[in-house]
């Protein structure tokens, strides 16, 4: 069974500019999740989807970054325009349908020069 | 403020001995608590977790101990190998079964051969 994959795994864009981040979960797995880690410390919340709806996005930082989840399958996560302090490593995971224990992605690390 | 904090950055340890990692949570609504391991360049990997209603879970090498009162969980790893060497994070969730996880910092594990 495949696992969660992200693409790209490296993006390196320039302040302004806009880059989209793309998250296939798990076949089957009703929850997907994204996260970010920040200069090394913890990883942090972004947002969550059950199927293709916004089940809680607490912890976007702002209207610059937008996520979709179409017809709840795979994840696109759009920074625009992009600001220096958006770089980090962006986490995509998933989990089944009444489970806790999410799966990750191997993360896309992004940096904003 | 950092909900769940783990407050060792690092810890070394010989092989065959065993490692424990400590972690600290202070929402009283958090009941379900996880640990991931990470290497280099990969996502989180799921390694144990423990529901609220139980004081430990055990599986193989890696057992979780709970302390609600203490709002205190550790991970103890017996016998460490030097495969284990990676950044460990705990992981809190609460509310309701796929929620988002509230991470700690992490605590990076060195397993001396």
């Known amino acids: 069974e495949a696992g969660v994959t992200q693409f790209p795994s490296h993006s390196v864009i320039e302040k302004g500019q806009t880059v989209t981040l793309r998250c296939d979960p798990i076949s089957g797995h009703d929850n997907l999740y994204w996260y970010r880690r920040v200069m090394g410390k913890e990883i942090k919340f972004l947002l969550h989807f059950v199927k293709e709806s916004k089940q809680d996005e607490s912890g976007m930082p702002n209207n610059r970054f937008l996520a979709e989840r179409t017809g709840g399958t795979y994840s696109t996560l759009k920074v625009q325009p992009a600001e220096l302090e958006d770089s980090g490593v962006y986490f995509c995971?998933?989990?089944?349908?009444?489970?806790?224990?999410?799966?990750f992605g191997q993360g896309t690390r992004l940096t904003v020069v | 403020d950092q909900q769940v904090k783990q407050n060792s950055p690092s810890l070394s340890v010989q092989e065959g001995r065993i490692s424990i990692l400590n972690c600290d949570y202070t929402?009283?609504?958090?009941?379900?608590f996880l640990w991931y391991k990470k290497y280099p360049a990969e996502g989180p990997t799921f390694l144990i977790s423990i529901s609220s209603i139980k004081d430990k879970n055990e599986d193989g090498r890696f057992t979780v101990f709970l302390n609600k009162s203490a709002k205190h969980l550790s991970l103890h790893i017996v016998p460490s190998q030097p495969g284990d060497s990676a950044v460990y994070f705990c992981?809190?969730?609460?509310?309701?079964?796929?929620?988002?996880?509230?991470f700690g910092g992490g605590t990076r594990l060195m397993v001396k051969p």
């Open positions: 995971a998933s989990s089944q349908a009444g489970n806790t224990e999410a799966f």
């Open positions: 929402n009283s609504m958090f009941d379900y």
């Open positions: 992981a809190a969730s609460g509310g309701f079964a796929g929620n988002m996880l509230t």
